[in-house]
Each structure stands twice: as C-alpha cells, then as structure tokens.
C-alpha cells in the first residue's frame, strides 16, 4: 500500500508540474488587449474624452479608451502589516529604492463590460470571436475579482484605500508581491501630488507584460486629469476595418493613425524545449521508477502471504478463487492508496508551485500556473491506471503463487551460468551499439534511453548474483560475520531484483543527469570565459548612434540580422525552423583569441576576416546537416529591430507598438559593405540558445545605413588604454545608457542563471532517486523479515545484538555499493547519450563528456545516505529475538 | 583436544521460571547438577518446561529466581535481589555477557537444523569455530568424518537431506569445542532410521570428546542413549518414567 501512495504521489507530483507548466505556456500565449487595432491622434494632436464619446455614439462602440504612462512601482507590504514600525519603514525604504518602472495602463471598464462581439471582423470570424470574447471575460473576471476582494479587506484600511489593478502573471511573479505602490520619484511627483496611490493586483493574461492595468476612472485620479495626461488612444479588441477605419476618421475631428496590431509575434516567452523535455523526461522515469516499486511491492505481499496460500491450496481452494480474491485485494488497495498518494502530490505540487513558478519567471521569461485539473476525473484516473496496472502485473506472480502446492515450486529460481551472463552481456550491449546507429530523432532518442535502462536493468539482474557471489569469494573467512553479510546479500540479491533495478534506474539516471550537467556546466564556463573577450559589456535600449562614450573607451556593437535558410537540405525540415540569425564578430586580435570553434577548414579564420566566408553554429549545422564546405543560401535578409521595439507592452504613446519584431524588406546591399559568402568555413559551439546563427566579420555589416536597426543592444566595451579599464566600472556615462557588466560580473550571472535552470530538474531527480531509495529499503526491510530466523541463530551462537544490528546495514549498504558499482558505468553512458544524441537531436548542441570523479562520488554517497537514513529507523528498533523453536525460512 | 576448556559441573539450583501469562511456575525449584562429560537427557509431556529449561540454561530467557553455573558463568536472574554486583551491571554487559558465555561455552542443535542457507556444509559448521577463534581446519575433518559428512563439505544446504544437515548442525554445535551442548529435539524431524543414526552418532562423538550433553526429547530411544534419564513435570526433575523417584544429587 505504501507502494502504491509512493508511486502514485511522485507520478501525480510530476504530472502536475508538468501540467501546470503547459498551462502557464498556454496562458503565456494568449491574446492581450492590444492584439487588435490601436487609434491615437497624429503627431501634434490629442484625443480627448468628446472624441471618444463622438466616436462611439458615431457607431464605433468596439472602441475602448485608454491612457498610459510610466511610473516606478515598489512592492507594498501586506495590509496586516499596515502600521508599520521603524524596522518596516526601513524595509519600505529598501523596497522604494528597488522600485521597477511599469506602465499605468487605464482602460474604460464601462466599454469593455458592453463590447460587440458579434460586429467582430476578420477572415476567421468564429474564432476571432471566440478569442476577442476570452479577452474581454478575461479583463470583465479581473475586475470583478478584484472588486470583490477588496470589498472585504478596504474597511481595515487606515491609509489610502487599494485601487483595483491588474497584471500579466509574468510580471506578477517578476514583483513577486500582491500589493503594489507608486514611489514618488521626481517623475511621480508631477502628477501625484498627494497620498501615493496603492494597488491591489490580480493576474489576467489579457493584460500586456510590465503594465499595471486600472480603470480609467481610477487613472484619472487627483492631480492627474485628461487636461494634464491627454488619453493615449482607443483600443479595439479585433481589428478594424476599412470601412471603419474611414468612418472614424470622418466621424473624429482630428487626424488619426491605426496600427493594426498582430498577435502572431508577440513575445510570449515560451518555455524552452529543453526544460519541457527535461521534466517529461522527469516524469517518465518516475513512471518506471514507480512501476518497479509497485512490482517488488506485489512480489514481496506474495512472498509474504506464500506460505498461507499454499496452506489455501493444500486444503483444496482452487486456484482461481484465489487469484480472484487477491485482485479483489488489490483493488481494495488501490481505492485506500491512491486518493492518499494522489492528495500527497497534489499537496508536494502546491508546496513547489512557488519555487517553480519563480524559477520559470526569471529564467525563461514564462509563467507557471497552479495547475487546473479536475480533481475527481485525476482521481478516477489515477484509480483506474494503477489498478489495471496492478492488474497486469499482479496476474503472472498471482497465478503463480495461487497454483502452488509446495514451497520447493516457487522458491525455484533460475541460476545462470558465466558463461550466459557474459553472453547475454556482449548481445545487450551489442543491441545498444547497433540501435545507437538507428537514432535519427529525438524520439528514437528517447526510445534509446529507455532501451537502455532496460538492458541495463536486465544486466544488473544478471550480473548483481555474479558478482555478489564473487565478493563472497574473495571475503576472508576468519571474519564469520562479515562473511555472513556478505554471503547472505548474495543471497539476497536474488530476491531483490525488482527493488533493486528501480534504485538502479533512479541511481543512473542521478549520475547520468549529474554527469551530464556537470559537463554542460564545464563546457558553458569554459566557453563563456574563453569567448567574453572585453573587460565589460553594455546592455542598452538605447540607440547605437546616440550611445555616448567615455573617453578612450572603445566599442564593439553586436549586430544581428534576421535571414531565411533556402537550400535542398532543407526540404525535411520543419518551416519554423529556417528562421537564422546573422551576428556580427569582431576580427581584431581579442575577437579572434576569444573565438571558440568545434571544427574548421584550414586558414579558416583567414578567410572569414576576407569575407570569405562564414562560421555556424552546431545549432545550424546538426538542425539542416550542413557540414563543413557547403555553401549557404540565405533569403529575406532584414534587420531585427531589438533595441527599440521590444518594449513587451508596447508603449502607444510614444509610438513603439507591441507587435513584436519588425523585418524591414531591403535589399542585402543595405545591410553589408560587400556581398557576402556564406561558404561554411567552420562550427562552434553556442551553447544555451536555441536559434541558428551564422557570424560574418563585423566590419562586413554596413554600419553606416544599418547601424541602429541591426544592433542587438549588446556592446563590448574595452579601453585603448588597459590601465583605465580598472576604472570602467565607475563610468557614471555608462551607466546611465543602460547596464554595464564587467566580464566576471557577466560570468557569474551566466553561471548563476545556469545553476538556476536545472534546481527543479535537480529536485525532481533526487525526488526520484529519495523515492526508489525508499522503496528500496522497505523492501530490504520486508526481506530481512524473512531472514529473521537467520539472525535469532546468529544471536544463538553468541553475535552480541548490535554485531547483528551492524550485520544488517551492513548488508543493505553493501547490497547498495553492489548496485551503486553497476549503475556508475550505465549513468556515465546515459550521460553520453543524453549529450551526443538526446542533446544533439533535440536541442542540436554537443559538449565533451567530462567524468568528474567528484560528481559520481556524490551522487553514489547521497543515495547510500538516503539508504542508511531509511533502513536506520526500523533497524534501531529491531530485536533480533532468540528462540530455540525457529522456522525454516521461505 | 588442545584448547578444551572441560565442564566441571553444570549446576543448577532453586531455578523457577513463571511467565507473565501463566499464573503457575512452569519450573519450580528445579535443581540439576551434571558432572563432566556425561549425558543427560529429559523427556516429559509437551509444555510441561523442557524447551523452557534449555533457553534458560542457554540464556535466552532470564529465570525468574534461582541460578545456573557452567563453569566461569553464572546465570541469574535480571534483578536478583540477592546478588547486587550482578545487578548493577548494565543491561548491554549482562547482555554481552550471556553472548560471550554462548560463544565459549556452548553449542546447540536446534530440532529445525538452523543452518545458514547462504553458507555450504563447511562454511556452516566452521562458523562458531570461527567465531570464538578456534578455528582449526584438521579438527573439522576429523569431527566431519566421525559424522560420516565430509563428502557434503563443498555442498549447499539446500541440497542436503534432514539428517545430513542435523549432522551437519551437530558437527557446528561441536567444533568450536563447546563445555556444553543442548539439543532440543535434535531428531524430531527425522524418520525412525535416521533418528536412531543421528542420535548414536551424537550420543558417541559427546563421550569421545568428553562433552556434557543436554538433550530434550520425546524419543524413548533417543532417552535412553544418555547416561541420566530424566522425567520433567509439574516444574521438577524425576529420575523414574513413574515420576516417584524426584532427582536428588548423589556425589
């Protein structure tokens, strides 16, 4: 039973994760207010609320009125803390300096509530309506939601009561707070002359990123009137059409432009492949894992009960009432353990929520939601797989056992001989080598993993006796006990099997994943630090023609062009996956120490300093098959507009529109000095982006006419003299153009951030491995039950009580070092595969393997701890009790 | 027979033994001395206290008043009022001290064998040799031969019949050159043919070797191998199958 609500908790656990990371993808991904068509006034001219009014008593009733601007916003503490003390204002304070600038977005409420779905547009007309209406219910939910909150909470209240507000869930876990006000700053302080207002946020994924959505009531309040702060523009929620379009301008006194807003190529921030991969993979081991708890649970429950039902069958019960019977158990079992363990998941999914959801946040810019599933259709489902499941696997032992009419029938085990251990050893192996070969996907990928831990487990099955057997071999006899433990666990290594292979599996995959980010983590440090080559690093949203520098200071831009892939390699491949991008390399002395490359052609870096041709990433070059030598057919070149466009929310006012990148089509003499090879003249690695990029040399891009739509926001800055490169740090003229990083600064954030990506994964694995290592030692236990006899004789001869405690763990720790021996070779291949075949079809990256010593040792040491720790509870209360009358054992 | 340590007397005095469950003493003032070298056996009603007698004698259970002296050892109660220093000892060293007693003192044939399946036929019979460090390889063959199991040496347990491993259990209970050996019921699960030859053979290697045996039967034939039949019952030792003579020492 306790199987059962193991296996069921970590599956449920992990499923949960994994739903409420879709969910968050899902949510991430859905429309926003500004995905239909946006109205503001030309240049020089407002709109005011008569507009508005004229404009929607003219027909135009899809119009809502909004306002917009910029204020910094810090976290608020909760309201039970409301009078606060000395230590509380001087956190307030802190929370004031950390203030982070968000746009103040007010919308008319009224106008939302009373949209006309049905006058919606568009060559999808059902669905747009559908989307539109998801929109507005979700804004209409918000509000409501939120109104009735703080209903209940205004009246303990003492300051300036919370205004209703929304936010995106991504920006909602970036503040990481409920409660939200305005500093007053010298900006503020223009408009909010009086108490600063407080917010109280909901989440709604209609709101756009880094908005604080209001009504517009509650956005026009105190000093702030229309007079002061104009309205921005009218949203429409679907796009407008022509016909509208005409009629508002004739129906509005003043000049208008409409933006058609696309939601196609919104930044949404979606999860990265690796990590859904990484979490699936998470779950699928925890199935198997699970999967063989639950069959050594049912092999022992039998073991247990043989003797009584071979008594059953002795007397005459046929054996089919007996295999009905113990069905009938199990399922009884499955209806006790399975809400157990299904409410023990939900609770360990709720209690990590927070952790992942921050994680998501920070690190992939996506949202993690507490996942919506139903809870009877998962408990149904959950009942129904486990005892069918059960089922399955119950019916072989169960028939088994429920036809024996002796012990000598059942305890019959199959002993092997070396020489078919060793054959059956070089075909399983051979059977892996060969399979290797057919992996073309990341699926065949997958599917090799689990071949595998399959042949691996059947390796251990047979080789964990063999070698047990030769321990006790080579053990010295004059230490009886000792040679007793030793003996005896080979002995039982025959009857843990099952719970041996599921600590296996778990074991191996901890060392294959630990030895995989360990080499991941030293490829990525090593690359990083070889490939920063400046002394600092800028990152600004300011243009690359108004950046200003210091004196003596010299600047590296990073431009990057947006390109489509052409060619017949690339007939298979998906359409998403032509996109590549075109970056710039300096070619000076630094640039050319600093790169880090796979593979090359001879005088490669010659070449490419000529403009002769190009390296690739290994995301390129594995994702198309393209090798060394071939030449590239590059399409619809433009630039990407990353440095002023990429304002998530898109700020109306001042023009720059939420519609995502923007490709301006020119031809390629606009972008680069001299028309460019892209012959491949070599791979490197790029590790951690998921794009596929080619370099040309800097000083091929045309920077004269491209400087500012190419550049990427990145500058690597470095001094003629190195002496003031010690003073970079203090550029008060940097600074303010955006963030300076220093080299180890930008190391340590990008090791940081790396060490960050796998927590979770790193959680659920050792969640896995705590899991098997229970299960593991609860059969143990069960087991040495039935080995009870054997230590009262031990006891008997004169092994004092603690030499038979000690015997013991020593047995389950040896039985653990046995496994431990097997699974470090398997966990070192499955990090070989992980890197050259699941990382290299999935994310078309590879590294070299490292085996650090270290990493293994851990990872054996933290399962025989959790081993020890289990197995140390019941031992400490055992008492190997001596009697002269003793069973035989089964 | 280098390294024997020989039994000068197994006494026991006054020993009563009453259990929570049962308001009646199982054993009752029970006194019992043996002299070097001889064999006793006891046969009696099943629950009348012969299991009982031997876990007491060979300490795995603590009598309720009286005493057992084997040589250097003594057995007492837990708390015995009369015998303070004994109290004060620790329970782990008095518990360390009846395992060191077992180790040296004594060898024991269990009814159900309670061989180590894990071990072959040597491995289990060197054991409590090994065990109390007297370990010695030629002595083993020679014991092993007189039990007619040397040709089961390399074997497992498991492929032995009931009477090669009871002999194979006597063999252990007396390599490591015990002062005192119990058997209880050592031929309950063996046919009448095997029975006969198991006991001869234990009954003949305990007076060659001069070792006191103790041995608990239901065996009339078994019984009367031994130097001093005795009848148990009502908690007290009788040297007649009538149970009108109660044992007395006679030095």
Redesign the interface.
């Known amino acids: 039973m306790f199987a059962i609500i193991l296996a069921n908790a970590g599956l449920i656990t992990v499923l949960l994760i994994n739903e409420g990371a879709s969910q968050g993808e899902l949510v991430n991904g859905q429309s926003s207010l500004f995905s239909g068509s946006v109205v503001t006034a030309s240049e020089g001219y407002t709109l005011t609320k008569a507009h508005y009014a004229k404009a929607r008593i003219g027909g135009a009733t899809q119009l809502i009125a909004f306002a917009q601007k910029e204020y910094p916003f810090y976290c608020e503490q909760s309201d039970d803390n409301i009078n606060r003390t000395d230590t509380n204002r001087a956190d307030a304070d802190r929370a004031k300096a950390s203030a982070r600038s968000l746009i103040l977005l007010g919308i008319d409420t009224q106008a939302l509530y009373s949209y006309p779905f049905d006058n919606t547009n568009g060559e999808n007309g059902r669905e747009s309506r559908d989307s539109t209406k998801n929109i507005a219910n979700s804004g209409i939910g918000l509000f409501n939601g939120i109104a009735n909150q703080t209903a209940s909470t205004l009246k303990y209240e003492q300051v300036a009561p919370a205004i209703t507000a929304g936010v995106h869930p991504l920006t909602m876990a970036k503040l990481a707070c409920n409660n939200v006000s305005i500093a007053k700053t010298d900006i503020a302080a223009t408009t909010l002359n009086h108490a600063t207002p407080r917010f109280r946020l909901g989440t709604s994924t209609a709101v756009p990123k880094d908005n604080i959505l209001v009504s517009i009531a509650d956005f026009y309040r105190q000093d702030v009137t229309t007079e002061t702060l104009p309205l921005s523009g009218f949203i429409s929620l679907t796009p407008l059409s022509k016909e509208q379009i005409k009629d508002l301008k004739s129906i509005i006194p003043v000049p208008i432009n409409v933006q058609q807003l696309s939601n196609s190529q919104q930044d949404t921030g979606s999860l990265p492949d690796s990590f859904k991969l990484n979490l699936w993979a998470m779950g699928a081991l925890m199935a198997v894992v699970a999967l063989f708890i639950v069959l050594n649970a049912l092999n022992l429950m039998y073991r247990t009960r043989l003797p009584n039902i071979i008594r059953l069958r002795q007397l005459g019960i046929a054996s089919r009432y007996l295999t009905i019977g113990l069905l009938i158990e199990l399922f009884l079992y499955c209806l006790v353990s399975v809400p157990i363990g299904c409410a023990l998941g939900f609770y360990a999914a709720s209690m990590l929520s927070p952790i992942i959801s921050g994680t998501f946040s920070s690190l992939f810019d996506a949202v993690f939601v507490t996942p919506n599933v139903s809870l009877l259709s998962t408990l149904s489902l959950s009942v129904c797989i486990t005892f069918l499941a059960l089922g399955i696997f119950a019916l072989l032992p169960a028939k088994q056992l429920s036809g024996a009419l002796s012990i000598n029938n059942v305890k019959a085990a199959p002993a092997f001989t070396k020489r078919f251990v060793i054959c059956t050893t070089l075909a399983g192996l051979s059977l892996l080598l060969v399979a290797q070969w057919f992996v073309s996907s990341t699926l065949h990928a997958l599917l090799f993993v689990a071949l595998l831990l399959l042949v691996s487990c059947t390796l251990v099955i047979l080789w964990l006796p063999l070698l047990a057997n030769w321990v006790v071999s080579i053990t010295p006899?004059?230490?009886?006990?000792l040679?007793?433990i030793i003996?005896?666990t080979?002995?039982l290594s025959s009857r843990t099997k099952l719970a041996v292979c599921a600590f296996f599996i778990a074991l191996t995959a901890n060392i294959g994943m630990n030895v995989m980010t360990d080499s991941f983590r030293s490829a990525t440090e090593s690359w990083l630090t070889q490939r920063l080559y400046a002394p600092a690093y800028l990152y600004t949203d300011v243009p690359l023609s108004e950046i200003v520098l210091p004196e003596g200071a010299v600047a590296t831009p990073l431009l990057r062009l947006q390109g489509k892939l052409a060619g017949n390699k690339l007939e298979s491949s998906k359409a998403n996956a032509f996109a590549v991008s075109i970056s710039s390399y300096p070619t000076h002395n630094e640039g050319k120490l600093a790169f880090v490359v796979d593979s090359e052609v001879q005088n490669a870096w010659t070449k490419f300093e000529k403009g002769k041709g190009v390296y690739i990433n290994q995301q390129l070059a594995f994702a198309h098959d393209i090798e060394i030598g071939d030449t590239l057919t590059i399409n619809s070149i433009a630039a990407e507009n990353v440095a002023s466009g990429n304002v998530a929310s898109g700020n109306i006012a001042s023009g720059n529109v939420a519609s995502g990148n923007t490709y301006s089509k020119m031809t390629n003499n606009h972008y680069f000095s001299s028309t460019p090879s892209f012959n491949v003249l070599g791979i490197y690695p790029d590790y951690g982006s998921m794009r596929s990029q080619i370099l040309l040399p800097l000083s091929q891009f045309n920077r004269a006419t491209i400087g500012d739509e190419a550049f990427s926001g990145v500058l690597a800055i470095s001094y003629n003299n190195k002496e003031m490169s010690a003073y970079l740090s203090n550029t008060d003229i940097l600074d303010a153009q955006g963030n300076l990083f220093t080299r180890d600064e930008l190391l340590k954030l990008s090791m940081d951030t790396f060490d960050k990506t796998f927590i979770l994964t790193d959680g659920l694995n050792i969640t896995t491995l705590l899991v098997a290592g229970i299960a593991f030692a609860v059969s143990l236990s069960i087991l040495s039950l039935s080995n009870a006899?054997?230590l009262s004789?031990l006891?008997?001869?004169?092994?004092?009580?603690t030499r038979v405690k000690l015997s013991l763990l020593g047995q389950y720790i040896f039985l653990c070092i046995l496994t431990a021996l097997l699974a470090v070779p398997f966990g070192i291949y499955l990090a070989y595969v992980f890197i050259f075949q699941v990382n290299r079809l999935a994310f078309n990256w590879v590294y070299p393997l490292s085996i650090d010593a270290g990493v293994i040792i851990t990872s054996v040491a933290v399962s025989l701890g959790i081993i020890c720790l289990v197995i140390a509870l019941p031992l400490g209360r055992m008492k190997p009790k001596?009697?002269?009358?003793?069973?035989?054992?089964l | 027979m280098h390294g024997r340590r020989i039994l000068h007397m197994l006494k026991i005095e006054k020993l009563s033994k009453t259990y929570d469950t049962v308001s009646t003493p199982i054993l009752s003032a029970l006194d019992l001395v043996v002299e070097s070298g001889q064999s006793v056996s006891i046969q009696g009603a099943s629950g009348c206290g012969k299991?009982t007698l031997?876990?007491l004698i060979?300490g795995?259970d603590s009598p309720t008043s009286g005493s057992i002296a084997i040589n250097d050892y003594c057995l007492r109660p837990v708390k015995d009022p009369a015998h303070e220093i004994d109290n004060n000892k620790s329970a782990s060293l008095q518990?360390?001290y009846v395992?060191?007693?077992?180790?040296?003192e004594?060898g024991?044939v269990?009814?159900?064998y309670?061989l180590?399946?894990?071990?072959n036929a040597w491995?289990n019979i060197?054991?409590?040799a090994?065990?109390?460090g007297n370990?010695n390889k030629h002595y083993q063959t020679e014991l092993m031969q007189q039990l007619n199991i040397l040709q089961l040496a390399k074997k497992p347990i498991s492929q032995l019949s009931g009477g090669e491993q009871q002999r194979c259990a006597i063999a252990r209970a007396l390599v490591h050159k015990p002062s005192l050996v119990l058997a209880?019921e050592p031929t309950g699960n063996l046919d009448e043919a095997t029975s006969q030859a198991v006991s001869d053979i234990l009954f003949d290697v305990c007076r060659k070797m001069n070792t006191t045996l103790l041995v608990v039967t239901h065996s009339a034939d078994v019984a009367l191998k031994a130097d001093n039949p005795l009848w148990l019952h009502a908690g007290k030792l009788f040297t007649d199958k009538a149970l009108t003579t109660p044992w007395s020492h006679s030095p």
């Open positions: 006899t004059h230490k009886p006990v040679h007793f003996a005896s080979a002995q006899s054997s004789v006891r008997a001869l004169g092994v004092s009580k001596v009697d002269l009358r003793q069973d035989t054992p | 299991s031997l876990s060979a795995f518990s360390k395992d060191e007693f077992r180790k040296n004594l024991i269990f009814q159900s309670n180590f399946d894990c071990f491995d060197a054991f409590t090994r065990l109390k370990y209880d």
